[in-house]
């Protein structure tokens, strides 16, 4: 079975901040790993994924991840914090043996202040 | 082009009513899925059509639940004997190709309150 943690349910940070997203997955087979956000009132948008090719992916509005098996974690990070950032964060998991379907984390909402 | 709507975009019914939410994915894609995401908890997934066929629906919570994509198109949740319970947003995503490392495009959701 997979299971996704997010530390942090709120985290807050200051506009040109360094932001840092916790998750942490277990899988029992090596994963495909995701990131969503929700803005308020509209659909899961796709940040980043990894599917085992580089283990640091870059995604969309200066998002980025790093794969590390080890820890088996994938956190979200992004070196500036802008207003428009303040949104919903959801980690997700698949793998082979659980078909098409993603686990997701519980979500982390960013705050940013001015 | 269009993503995937969904609607209606809110439904308020009673406990014990019969309520069906509908889904019309990107057009061209084959696979099609459908979670459920609670007040303050991360989306669970209730079923992937893969097609017209259900290609696994383990995350459906009882019989009360089912739903049909007939065409391979639209889909269609069906919830019969609602309970409060039930009350959250549920989602609807779809993928070209439905392999693993394809994006889940992801529908705004409907919101569901059981009164």
């Known amino acids: 079975a997979q299971s996704v943690t997010q530390l942090g349910s709120h985290v807050s940070v200051s506009e040109g901040a360094l932001v840092l997203l916790r998750c942490n997955y277990s899988?029992?087979?090596?994963?495909?790993l995701f990131w969503y956000v929700q803005y308020p009132n509209q659909g899961l948008q796709l940040l980043l994924k990894?599917?085992?090719?580089?283990?640091l992916v870059k995604g969309i509005n200066g998002f980025e991840a790093e794969f590390k098996k080890s820890e088996t974690s994938f956190h979200l990070t992004k070196p500036s914090a802008h207003m428009s950032d303040a949104a919903e964060y959801f980690c997700a998991v698949s793998d082979l043996n659980a078909g098409n379907m993603l686990t997701f984390g519980g979500g982390t909402r960013l705050m940013v202040k001015p | 082009g269009a993503g995937v709507s969904q609607t209606p975009s809110n439904k308020v019914t009673e406990k014990g009513k019969y309520v069906e939410l509908r889904c019309d994915p990107i057009s061209g894609h084959t696979a099609l899925y459908w979670y459920r995401q609670s007040l303050g908890q991360g989306p669970e997934f209730l079923i992937y059509?893969?097609?017209?066929?259900?290609?696994?629906d383990s995350g459906l919570p009882n019989d009360r639940f089912f739903a049909v994509r007939p065409e391979g198109s639209v889909s269609t949740l069906k919830i019969q004997r609602t309970e409060r319970g039930d009350s959250a947003v549920y989602l609807c995503?779809?993928?070209?190709?439905?392999?693993?490392?394809?994006?889940?495009?992801f529908g705004p959701g409907t919101r569901l309150t059981v009164l």
């Open positions: 899988s029992s087979v090596p994963p495909y």
């Open positions: 059509f893969q097609g017209t066929g259900a290609a696994d």
């Open positions: 995503a779809s993928s070209s190709l439905g392999a693993l490392i394809e994006e889940q495009f």
């Open positions: 990894y599917t085992s090719a580089a283990t």
